[in-house]
């Protein structure tokens, strides 16, 4: 593809690979895989949990991908020499180049899969796999011209290749009624545990809070001038034993 | 339309947010996204990873790079793709509702050209 300024450009595709200039071809899979399943090679070196859902960035400068990548790249090259006589086909099947004891079981969380998000508007894979021949009849169809499609047509064909639709994917759910009320319930049961507390659980409390040993707190308070200025006792009018009005 | 200051995918000069760096306009930006989707042999790949990373940047593409993603997209014979692509940039609008209609607007011959529908014509915008 034409990149404006590129000085790598004649540099040979092994080095570039090398570089991490490029995402690794090959990880797309060649024409003779199935859409599911690239070389084996290539996943068992991409672990799932270091690639985002989406395919590979060009820009993934994290160490272990590079490292990851250099030795991918390696193995690449001696699996391209020793295997170009056997085709690329038999690069996905044939053994693997890192144990060399036969092809690794591939598994499913490391297939590209489907999602339908917000920011990856085209997933790795189409929602539909496995077409029926009116489906098939239908792809066929949209090679032609699309104006011949009805939107009928054309809504089958945006459904085979994703799930929901923007609309749908971004609608909400409702939960929060769920959150919110199970907040209330929760709150309201440790009110009725915490009244039952008071009740049952907890003794008297000190005499100190009797209302006539509040009256007497009051009334040394007062005697003692406490915070005669602004505060507490600036509020008493000591003429004629009242509070101010 | 909103651009934020982006570097390069590869370059000599690293055009990071340094302010003596070399900065890419908005017309390179497009004029280098046009050439991306414009590839006459483009794969399926090739499409939905340009079409992702321009959807993870922090703009609405402009008109003619969308031209050109369709045009990839009818050279793949994927209506479905072209189709979300339209969705994917009125979702990218946000709450600046202008700005879809203005898109619509401009491709409107290309839509014609090549037969694709909006969602809105297929009623997909809707739940």
């Not at chain 1, 090679?143 to 290749?161: M, P, Q």
Request: glycine fraction near 6%; charged fraction near 25%; include cysteine.
């Amino acid at each position: 593809m034409q990149e404006p300024h590129d000085v790598f450009e004649k540099y040979s595709p092994e080095l570039r690979l090398l570089l991490a200039l490029e995402p690794e071809p090959e990880c797309r899979g060649t024409e003779a895989d199935s859409p599911r399943t690239g070389p084996a090679h290539c996943l068992s070196s991409c672990p799932w949990f270091f690639l985002p859902p989406a395919t590979h960035s060009r820009r993934s400068w994290d160490i272990s991908q590079r490292v990851g990548a250099f030795y991918n790249t390696l193995g690449l090259m001696l699996a391209t020499r020793a295997f170009s006589l056997i085709g690329k086909r038999a690069i996905s099947t044939s053994v693997c180049v890192r144990g060399g004891h036969g092809v690794a079981k591939v598994e499913d969380y490391t297939l590209p899969a489907y999602f339908d998000r917000r920011e990856t508007p085209l997933p790795d894979i189409a929602y539909v796999q496995t077409l029926t021949p009116e489906q098939k009849a239908l792809k066929e169809k949209e090679k032609g011209s699309w104006a011949a499609l009805s939107n009928a047509e054309k809504v089958a064909l945006y459904h085979l290749s994703f799930k929901q639709s923007f609309a749908e994917m971004n609608q909400g759910t409702g939960e929060w009624k769920s959150v919110v009320g199970g907040i209330m319930f929760f709150v309201g049961l440790t009110g009725l545990v915490v009244l039952w507390q008071r009740k049952y659980v907890y003794g008297p409390v000190p005499h100190t809070l009797d209302p006539e040993y509040k009256q007497q707190e009051l009334q040394r308070m007062l005697d003692m001038r406490m915070n005669p200025v602004e505060g507490f006792s600036a509020k008493w009018d000591y003429e004629n034993k009242q509070w101010k009005k | 339309m909103f651009e934020a200051v982006l570097s390069k995918t590869f370059s000599p000069v690293a055009s990071r947010c340094y302010s003596h760096g070399k900065v890419e306009t908005d017309e390179e930006f497009d004029a280098r996204w046009v050439t991306y989707f414009s590839k006459p042999d483009i794969d399926g790949w090739e499409l939905r990873k340009g079409m992702n990373t321009l959807i993870g940047y922090d703009l609405v593409p402009e008109p003619k790079v969308l031209d050109s993603a369709l045009r990839a997209c009818r050279r793949l014979n994927d209506l479905a793709s072209a189709i979300r692509i339209l969705e994917a940039v009125k979702d990218k609008a946000g709450p600046h509702k202008d700005i879809y209609p203005y898109l619509i607007q401009e491709l409107q011959p290309t839509l014609a050209e090549l037969g694709i529908s909006t969602p809105e014509e297929l009623g997909i915008d809707k739940l």
